[in-house]
């Protein structure tokens, strides 16, 4: 079967190729390993950002692709594929009219600044009030009308296994189906797999022994990467790898944590000034609780053992009310006894009646757990901490029963990618194009449109744009 645009994956960046290529009247197909559309859009938080858009105009916020870039490249410190950055800024606003033109419904607080990432100085982050759901809410009738039409074609359970090429120029997509091996073709393949968060050979061996506990898509498992590699495409930026703070594993050992259900609020203090202090495998402080930079956390986290810590606080921390009367816990959307309850259950949240029973059940050496904690308590007192320098010293540990909750540096998208040029065709070891074959989405690797930082709005938006981008303009 021979289409004009062969799409692999049905995700953010594969939906938004596949309908701006159907816009055009080609004809698209698209292969999908599962049997439905939308891949991580069902999962993300949804946040997208792009300067001098309708919402930001509207709230007499003033912003341009220009200030934009700027701004990315004071947060990564210039790092990333410059020409990708670029071309994902000045996408954005397009991809946002787009949206808006399809029906996109925004939150309320937006545009905003986020400081779960190092924040932007301009309030440009948006989402939808359904997360990313939102989107795909507004991608969806728009896919089901070509589908309908007969414009798209999805191939449904279609595991990517392999391509093949005529001469120097790859046309032919192979695919493992519940009724055996079966060939596509077209005359430009793009490539929108994901990433690689939920493969953790794959990520072993790109990372070496780093630590993995993953909120990544389930589907996120290197297939295009491995596949696109046998040919002799570049991986790179796999060094930008940085995690985000807050998983909890509902398994120990399971390394999965959902962001969506269970995340602890360490990723700064701007949203909760700590109650509580964070010890190490060692039983020792390690930063600032009330350090506001997510990324000052994300690194000093990776300094330690395992790459994870100990949130430590006891019964009054866990029921005070902050200045507005309202309980701010720390699990992000939990109430005060869904974390009791939690605690019973003794994986990642302990209870004890003691600091010695709770360095029993954490395995924290049980003497340097008092001893910090009788340090960090009379910081409370004196209102100094001469170690690091933090100033929220409200509320001492001395009320029992003492609670822990383990915390992970987790992974939320993987930075590593396939090389491409600025107009996403993959290259070859030399660098050269190989012919027929473009990429987009998180198979490109954060470190290639957010450099080495998180920067807000820098994943789904390209996924989106470039895949859009692919759709108009591939001939």
């Known amino acids: 079967m021979q289409y004009d645009i062969l799409i ?50 509207e709230k007499n916020i003033e912003d341009s692709p220009e200030k934009h870039l700027e701004d990315i490249f004071r947060i990564n410190g210039k790092s990333g594929d410059f020409d990708l950055i670029e071309k994902a800024v000045y996408e954005a606003p397009k991809t946002i009219d787009w949206l808006d033109r399809l029906g996109m419904e925004w939150a309320k ?36 009308k070509y589908i309908t039409t007969g414009t ?37 393949i793009v490539i929108t797999t994901g990433g690689y968060g939920s493969n953790p050979a794959y990520f072993q061996e790109k990372h070496g022994d780093i630590p993995l506990v993953s909120s990544c898509y389930p589907t996120a498992t290197a297939d295009g990467h491995m596949i ?39 990723l700064t203090s701007v949203y909760r000034q700590p109650r509580d202090i964070y010890v190490n495998a060692h039983g020792k402080r390690f930063i600032r609780e ?15 053992p395992d ?55 954490t395995g924290l050496p049980v003497g340097n757990l008092k001893q910090t904690i009788a340090d960090y308590n009379r910081m409370v007192e004196t209102k100094t901490d001469m170690e690091f320098g933090r100033e ?24 590593g990618g396939i090389k491409v040029d600025k107009n ?9 194009p190989m012919k027929g074959l473009y990429g987009a989405g998180e198979f490109l690797g954060l470190g290639a449109t957010s450099g080495s930082s998180f920067c807000s709005g820098m994943a789904i938006t390209p996924a989106l744009g470039f895949g859009r981008w692919l759709g108009k303009t591939l001939t």
């Not at 080609?26 to 993300?44: P, T």
């Not at 986020?114 to 982050?125: C, D, K, L, W």
């Not at 309202?326 to 990642?348: C, D, F, Q, T, Y």
């Open 8 to 57: 692999v994956g049905a995700g953010t960046a594969g939906m938004a190729c596949a309908i701006g290529a159907a816009e055009r009247g080609l004809k698209v197909g698209v292969v999908e390993k599962v049997d439905y559309v939308g891949g991580a859009l069902h999962w993300s938080g949804g946040h997208m950002s792009a300067g001098g858009v309708r919402i930001q105009k």
């Open 109 to 144: 607080d937006c545009p905003r600044i986020i400081y779960g990432h190092v924040a932007y100085e301009t309030p440009r982050t948006i989402y939808g009030p359904e997360k990313a759901m939102s989107i795909y809410k507004v991608l969806l009738p728009e896919w089901e």
């Open 152 to 188: 798209i074609q999805i191939h449904f359970n279609h595991s990517f296994i392999g391509l093949s090429k005529i001469d120097d120029r790859y046309d032919t997509v192979i695919c493992k189906t519940p009724e055996g091996e079966k060939k596509y073709t077209g005359k430009h």
């Open 228 to 266: 696109i590699e046998a040919q002799g495409a570049q991986f790179r930026f796999g060094e930008h790898h940085l995690p985000s703070l807050g998983g909890m594993e509902e398994e120990e050992g399971s390394g999965r944590v959902d962001f969506n259900k269970a995340w602890a609020m360490v």
């Open 290 to 304: 009330d350090e506001v930079d997510a990324e000052t956390r994300e690194l000093a986290t990776m300094k330690q």
């Open 307 to 361: 790459w994870c810590f100990w949130v430590i606080f006891d019964e009054k921390a866990l029921v005070a009310k902050d200045q507005n009367g309202n309980h701010n816990p720390l699990i992000i959307g939990w109430a005060v006894e869904e974390i009791r309850e939690e605690a019973k259950k003794g994986r990642s949240f302990k209870a004890a009646d003691s600091i010695e029973e709770l360095a029993q059940k």
């Open 392 to 415: 929220y010293l409200e509320d001492p540990i001395s009320e029992a029963p003492f609670y822990a909750l383990k915390v992970h540096a987790s992974v939320l998208v993987t930075f």
């Open 424 to 432: 996403l065709q993959i290259l070859d070891a030399e660098g050269k």
